[in-house]
Structures are given as structure tokens and as C-alpha cells.
């Protein structure tokens, strides 16, 4: 596998990120098999993905689609939800893949340890993105921000398969990298996610608003995510943390936030309920977030 090589890539959940990285991986010269419900794959089908981003233009990209892998690949993308994660993964037979690596873009920690359950260990290889990506129709993309960034990573997966997968990536637009050690990547996203999103959804108010009216709740929470983090290998950088809140637009949302607005099902327990888990697996004390996770529990999330 190098960026020169034809890859045949499936991509369950074609949405905001997994339709971004379809399209891309498509122009750039790769098989795509997208994987989704019927009517999505008959779209898919039928138009291709059509991508509008500043970074990577205004395009449209050929793709097949399908309900479910009916033959072994490259590599599987996996870009669903926590939330609908394990009906989607019926669409991905482990006796389909064949020596496939497996690259869940999921938010949150413990899925790897999932995943690992039901796929070969050592081809199961996380991965963090850093886009604002959303689906607005069936095969119709929006990617908002200005960069992507992909950081690759897996403990037990061969070093030479995850730079082999770096190199096409990165090709085909997202800036990648692989990171030897999976825990730190996996908190390193996971420390600015959870109280960015927990709050901004309890609150029902955008980053900068949090900031304005909430600062000091926000500086415990992320005092607690970044203690917990430090226990499980992660980064401890809470004024790094605070300094790229303070860079977000004033307006930004997180998807958990949007997803509330939207009335769709939130990855509370990915993200809130991971966070409780570690804590107490590691004894640190987390009294904001336990309240936090709690209240939106409470409030039918």
C-alpha cells in the first residue's frame, strides 16, 4: 500500500466526515464503496458525493455504494456515530473484510476495545480528525472549516500498514499523521471534546457564550478532563486547552450541542459516561463532571 497504489476503500457511514473522506479518496484515483441504508446508497449510486469545501474546491466524485461489504478491501472507514454504531456495523461482515485495516473515526475512547472484539486486533487502527464536515442531503457535503486533519494511530497494528495508510490519506487532502501511542492520541481528542461538548449542550449555548457565562464551571471541568487524561496517559495541558477554546469562533456549536438541538440521540455515554468510567477506574475525582453528565441524563439525554 502507497499513495501511488489503487486502493479499493469501503466507508461505512457516508455522512459530514465519511462522505468528505469518500469524496476525496475517489478523486484521487481510489475505489470507494460507500455503505448505508437503502435510499442513501441508491443517491450515492445515482449522483456520486458532491463536496463543497475552501480547502479542497467544488467537486463531484464517482462512488459505488451498498447495504452492506460483500467483498474484501483496503481498508474500512468507519465515520458513524457512537450512537447507531453497532446496528451500522452489521454492514461490515468480519468474515468480508479480509486483511482490511479497520479506521473508526468515532469521538470518544473506549470503541477500539470494541471493535477489537469483533475484528482482527491488530488491524484495528483509530483515527482522530480534526473538520467541521456536515451532510446536508444524501451525497451532498459541506466541509466548514479550513483544514483536515487526520491523526492515525494503533498500538498493535503493523507500524509500515498505518504509514502506508498516512501516505494515501494524506494524499488525497487531509493532512495525516501517525502517532505511535493510542491512549495519548485518543485523549488528546477527547480532553478538548468533553467539556467543550458537554457544556455547550448542557447550556444550549456556543463556545463563546460558555466562555462568557460559564468560565469558571469550564476551567473545573477541564481541570478534571485533563487530570483524567494525565491517568490514562494522555496529555495534561489545561491552559492549551482553554487557548484553543479561546480560538473557536464565538458562535461554534459542538455536534453533541447540535445534535440536542436536532433531537437526535447524543453520544453522552461515548464521551460523559467514558469519562465517569475512567475516573473511577483510576480514582480521580470528577464532582463537576459526574453533575454535568448527570443533569443531562436528567434531562432525557
Known amino acids: 500500500m502507497t499513495a501511488n497504489d489503487e486502493l479499493t476503500v469501503a466507508v461505512l457511514g457516508p455522512g459530514g466526515i465519511g462522505g ?32 463543497r469545501s475552501e480547502v479542497f474546491g467544488d467537486f463531484r466524485a464517482d462512488v459505488e455504494a451498498d447495504t452492506e461489504l460483500r467483498e474484501p478491501v483496503d481498508a474500512c472507514l468507519i465515520a458513524v456515530k457512537a450512537t447507531t454504531l453497532e446496528a451500522a456495523l452489521t454492514r461490515v461482515p ?29 488491524r484495528v487502527a483509530p483515527a482522530t480528525i480534526r ?10 457535503i459541506e466541509h466548514g472549516t479550513p483544514f483536515a486533519e487526520i491523526d492515525l494511530t494503533g498500538d498493535p497494528v503493523p507500524a509500515d500498514r498505518l504509514e502506508a495508510l498516512a501516505r494515501v490519506l494524506d494524499a488525497a487532502g487531509p493532512t495525516t499523521r501517525v502517532h505511535a501511542d493510542e491512549s495519548a492520541t485518543l485523549w488528546a481528542k477527547m480532553s478538548l471534546l468533553a467539556p467543550f461538548a458537554l457544556l455547550t449542550t448542557r447550556y444550549a449555548l456556543p463556545i463563546g457564550d460558555v466562555l462568557t457565562h460559564h468560565r469558571e464551571e469550564l476551567t ?23 487557548a484553543r477554546y479561546e480560538a473557536f469562533p464565538h458562535g461554534t456549536k459542538s455536534s453533541m450541542q447540535r445534535d440536542a438541538e436536532s433531537g437526535r440521540p447524543l453520544e453522552l455515554d461515548a464521551i460523559g459516561g467514558a469519562l465517569l468510567r475512567a475516573a473511577e477506574r483510576h480514582g480521580v475525582p470528577v464532582p463537576v463532571a459526574a453533575r454535568v453528565v448527570g443533569e443531562l441524563r436528567a434531562a432525557g439525554h
Open 20 to 51: 468528505l473522506l469518500a469524496a476525496l479518496l475517489s478523486r484521487s484515483g481510489h475505489r470507494v464503496i460507500c455503505l448505508a441504508g437503502d435510499d442513501t446508497a441508491k443517491a450515492l449510486r445515482t449522483t456520486g458525493i458532491h463536496v
Open 131 to 140: 473538520a467541521e464536515s456536515t451532510r446536508v442531503a444524501p451525497g451532498e
Open 220 to 242: 473545573s471541568l477541564v481541570e478534571e478532563v485533563t487530570a483524567v487524561s494525565g491517568a490514562c496517559g494522555g496529555p495534561t495541558d489545561p491552559a492549551g486547552t482553554f
Open 94 to 122: 468480519p468474515t468480508a473484510l479480509g486483511d482490511a485495516l479497520v479506521i473508526p473515526f468515532l469521538n470518544g475512547v473506549e470503541h477500539p476495545a470494541s471493535l477489537r472484539t469483533r475484528y482482527r486486533p491488530d
